[in-house]
T-cell receptor, first 113, second 112 residues
Framework: GAGVSQTPSNKVTEKGKYVELRCDPI?????LYWYRQSLGQGPEFLIY????????DSGLPNDRFFAVRPEGSVSTLKIQRTERGDSAVYLC???????????FGNGTRLTVT | KQEVTQIPAALSVPEGENLVLNCSFT??????LQWFRQDPGKGLTSLLL???SQREQTSGRLNASLDKSSGRSTLYIAASQPGDSATYLC???????????WGLGTSLAVNP
């Protein structure tokens, strides 16, 4: 069946611009997670959705970052006034419940020039 | 604060060897622990998930063990193959908020 889909796979943007990253989770998975991963590092938690609501957004680094999941399925991570330090691979994962493994997408590689 | 450490950082072995990857964590109050595989430029693939009440999980040539009291987990790979070459990460789930705390991974190269 279809896995977690993330678009775009690569995004290059100029410093100061706004970007949106999309995640389409596995159908029926109520839990959705955003992580970001820098080269040589483990993934860093950003935000977790249970259904439509953000159950934990403690990992968002600052108020330039925002994520939504209006219908409890597709999620969009939004970054305003991008900075070079935002460059990383942004990973999305979903799971049906807390006891099940996470299913990750292939990520969006964001490069801020 | 939970910290996860993986040893070794890199490992290179000839094909056919059995090998062990190590993961240690500082806080034994975990909900579960997961082992993932990451190929270059790809996302993460879940290999094994061990609940806190379990001691081990097996899938094919992979076996993961968990010793909560000592804060350790091992991933055993039997009869390694070149296709096993990847980075292996362990991640600890503290349970309350379901976010995972990750190690930095072990980069494995299996040479034909």
């Amino acid at each position: 069946g279809a896995g977690v889909s993330q678009t775009p796979s690569n995004k290059v943007t100029e410093k100061g611009k706004y970007v949106e990253l999309r995640c389409d989770p596995i159908s029926g998975h109520t839990a959705l997670y955003w992580y970001r991963q820098s080269l040589g590092q483990g993934p860093e938690f950003l935000i977790y959705f249970q259904g439509t609501g953000a159950a934990d957004d403690s990992g968002l680094p600052n108020d330039r970052f925002f994520a939504v999941r209006p219908e409890g399925s597709v999620s969009t991570l939004k970054i305003q006034r991008t900075e070079r330090g935002d460059s990383a691979v942004y990973l999305c994962a979903s799971s049906p419940d807390r006891d099940s493994p996470l299913h990750f997408g292939n990520g969006t590689r964001l490069t801020v020039t | 604060k939970q910290e996860v450490t993986q040893i070794p950082a890199a490992l290179s072995v000839p094909e056919g060897e059995n090998l062990v990857l190590n993961c240690s964590f500082t806080d034994s109050a975990i909900y579960n622990l997961q082992w993932f595989r990451q190929d270059p430029g790809k996302g993460l693939t879940s290999l094994l998930l061990i609940q806190s009440s379990q001691r081990e999980q097996t899938s094919g040539r992979l076996n993961a063990s968990l010793d909560k009291s000592s804060g350790r987990s091992t991933l055993y790979i039997a009869a390694s193959q070149p296709g096993d070459s990847a980075t292996y990460l362990c991640a600890v789930n503290a349970g309350n908020n379901r976010k995972l705390i990750w190690g930095l991974g072990t980069s494995l190269a299996v040479n034909p």
